[in-house]
Structure formats: structure tokens, C-alpha cells
């Protein structure tokens, strides 16, 4: 039996994290975490499956525990800490693009931050979105290589 963080977002797809499985680590998130990943899920997931996909769309990353998100380089204040962010490759089921994924983020719904990440100017690799309780700061922002180190410029 499976338990739904929304109606189409289980709850082993959003703390999957095979870092976690290879360390032994625990990737469980506490209730506070479960009603953030509610929020983002019920507000942005959602509304993307219905209006963009029309059926599946992969969450490539969700939930991350402290450890798990230091192991895997994550910045020590990601919003996947928290449950609050996620990162959506619509390119995995292709019933949409990522590009298509982005825009209608953009256009149609609230968020704190969204992130173009990698890929080229025709579309992202995938798409990190986050959505906090309030004080959303509606930032859009491109992933970039500088020297070898990720950055993030403003669109």
C-alpha cells in the first residue's frame, strides 16, 4: 500500500535517494517536512500534471536529509532539507518539456524560487522549483558554470 503526499506524488518517490540506500543513511522527513512537502506538491506538482504533462511527470529530487544533501554536494541551506523543494525532469516520461515545465511555473504559479538548471537556451536538464508557507520571494534564476562552479543569475 502506498501513501500519497498528494494524489499522484508517493511518498517512497519523494524520499528516494539512492545516496541515502549506498550510506545507510536515513532520508526520513519529520512532520514539519511532511506538511511542506504537501504544500509544494498539492500547489506546483499538481497543477503541472494536470495543465502540462497530462499524465506522469518525474521528481528527480524531493525530500533530502542534512546528511543525505551533504553528500550529495547540496548547498547546507537547500530548501530539499526542508521538504520545500523539489527538482521536476519532464523529460523522463515526455509528455511535456522542461522548457514547458518552467514557463508555466513562471506564468501561472506561486513559488519562492525557480531555477532553469543547466541544459541550453532551448530548455533546462530539469526544473528546481520551491515554495515556502509565506514570504515567497517569486525568484527566477539560470544555473551557469563559471570556472567549473555553479552559479545562479538572475532571468
Known amino acids: 500500500m502506498s501513501v500519497f503526499i498528494s494524489e499522484h506524488l508517493d511518498y517512497l518517490e519523494a524520499t ?12 526520513r522527513p519529520s512532520e514539519s517536512d511532511l506538511q511542506n512537502m504537501r504544500r509544494i506538491a498539492k500547489a506546483i506538482f499538481e497543477p503541472l500534471r494536470a495543465n502540462v504533462a497530462n499524465g506522469p511527470l518525474a521528481v528527480t529530487s ?10 550529495v554536494g547540496g548547498a547546507y541551506s537547500s530548501q530539499h532539507t526542508c521538504g520545500q523543494a523539489m527538482d521536476i525532469d519532464a523529460d523522463v516520461h515526455g509528455g511535456c518539456t522542461n522548457r514547458q515545465v518552467f514557463d508555466y511555473i513562471r506564468e501561472h504559479l506561486a513559488f519562492d524560487q525557480l531555477i532553469w538548471e543547466s541544459g541550453d537556451d532551448s530548455s533546462p536538464a530539469w526544473v528546481h522549483v520551491s515554495l515556502k508557507e509565506s514570504g515567497n520571494r517569486g525568484e527566477v534564476l539560470r544555473s551557469v558554470k563559471v570556472n567549473g562552479k555553479m552559479c545562479y543569475r538572475p532571468l
Open 16 to 27: 528516494k535517494s539512492a545516496t541515502a540506500k549506498r550510506l545507510g543513511v536515513d532520508n
Open 62 to 71: 524531493f525530500f533530502r536529509s542534512k546528511r543525505v544533501n551533504a553528500a
